[in-house]
């Protein structure tokens, strides 16, 4: 099983990043798929989540800026990120669920800073 994430990156206040995250090994579109980050001295914390059936959830501090979707053809998740804040400069870590199945990717860096 293998999450490869790409899409990281250095970028000013209030631009945009698209993050992937390529999922090879398993049954993609069964799997639930969650987007985390954690940034330096601070616990990992859920960001964005989207469910096998499309639904999804953001943690408040993102809501309006971030926007997670699922493209099973690709097996691929995406995180279009806007309006990006400095606060928002953590490691993104792609993170699959299925019942007791859990895998993550390696993480991409994404920092936001002038």
């Known amino acids: 099983v293998q999450l490869v994430e790409s899409g990281g990156g250095l970028v000013q206040p209030g631009g945009s990043l698209r993050l992937a995250c390529a999922a090879s090994?398993?049954?993609?579109?069964?799997?639930?798929m969650r987007w985390y980050r954690q940034a330096p001295g601070k616990q990992r914390e859920l960001v964005a989540s989207?469910?096998?059936?499309?639904?999804?959830n953001y943690v408040d501090s993102v809501k309006e800026r971030f926007t997670i979707s699922r493209d099973n053809a690709q097996n691929t998740v995406y995180l279009q990120m806007d309006s990006l804040k400095p606060e928002d400069t953590a490691v993104y870590y792609c993170?699959?669920?299925?019942?007791?199945?859990?895998?993550w990717g390696q993480g991409t860096q994404v920092t936001v800073s002038s």
């Open positions: 989207i469910t096998s059936g499309g639904e999804t």
């Open positions: 993170n699959s669920v299925l019942n007791f199945l859990q895998y």
């Open positions: 090994g398993i049954t993609f579109r069964r799997y639930d």
